[in-house]
């Protein structure tokens, strides 16, 4: 049992940095290991798990075929209308998305044996031996979020994940895993801005492509403190449309401001993608959380 529970510990902690695979073979003996041992407890709601050589796009979900998309009808209007590709529910005072996190876009890192691979955009590099797997992530996050008094939580410091976009998938934070950084990795993303870590975990540190490419205002998920991240404009209830930044003091470091948007017809702080002092490239997040953060297990 604990040499189990140490490889748990081991898999967990590969999930918390963006890395290609090791080289060491013991290390990658051991991830295999911990990820083969694990258990999704919660397959049951998140539906078939994927296999990425027979993954196909179900039109009628815009979701991965066998995945269940399902948000439940007491999630308010701008989650219920625009979240899918997870299962989403009301549990006391927080919201829980289950997700396989398996992208509803083609990408490189499915394989080339997966109906849904395309090769990556000229000048890009793959991360290594990564590939999307299915995953059990679970968040919980609160339902009425407020900015935290005094010290921030930072969004470097260990989550699984630090938010879910509307489409189901992880968000990672403003950095990547020593030595690297994220303006050199970001040669890794596939064609919708997202790639696998070590553990097959697909994210998205930029913007995902697949939900934005055509609306640079639109809702892109969701933080784990409870504030929406939307794209790099911001359209309030009047319909102005104007494209907030930190260097020009419109965004606080974190992204985020207080204006009405699309879905928040009252003053309601929210993130937006912007250009990253930390990343030096555009990032959906910043180093600190502007409200309490939930929890996210794997």
Known sequence: MLATTSLLVLFVLS??????????????????????????????????????????????????????????????????????????????SNYVFRAQNIPNNKSYYFGSSSPMY????????????????????????????????????????????????????AIFNNAAAAPDTLAAEQQTFDKYNGHPQSSGVYHHHARPLNVDASNASALLGMLIDGFAVYGSDCKD???????????????????????????????????????????TIPTLIGSFFHGTPGTVSN
């Open 15 to 92: 999930l918390t940095n963006c890395k290609t695979k090791s080289d060491n073979d013991e290390e990658t003996l051991l991830l295999l290991a911990a990820a083969s041992l694990r258990t999704c407890a919660n397959s049951a709601f998140t539906g078939t798990t994927v296999v990425n050589s027979t993954a196909t796009l179900d039109t009628n979900t815009d979701c991965i075929t066998g995945m269940t998309s399902s948000m439940s009808s007491d999630l308010p209007a701008w989650i219920r209308n625009n979240f899918k590709c997870s299962v989403g529910s009301v549990s006391g």
């Open 118 to 169: 395309e090769s990556l955009a000229a000048g890009q590099k793959s991360a290594g031996n990564n590939q999307i797997q299915s995953q059990c992530l679970v968040y919980t996050i609160p339902s009425s979020p407020a900015a935290k008094s005094g010290t921030k939580v930072g969004t470097q410091s260990g989550y699984v994940s630090v938010g879910i976009t509307v489409n189901g998938l």
């Open 237 to 279: 209830a009047s319909n102005n449309t104007t494209t907030p930044t930190i260097a020009n003091g419109d965004l606080d470091a974190n992204h985020g401001h207080t204006t009405t948007t699309q879905h928040f017809a009252t003053l309601t702080y929210h993130y937006h993608y912007s250009q990253d002092p930390t990343a």
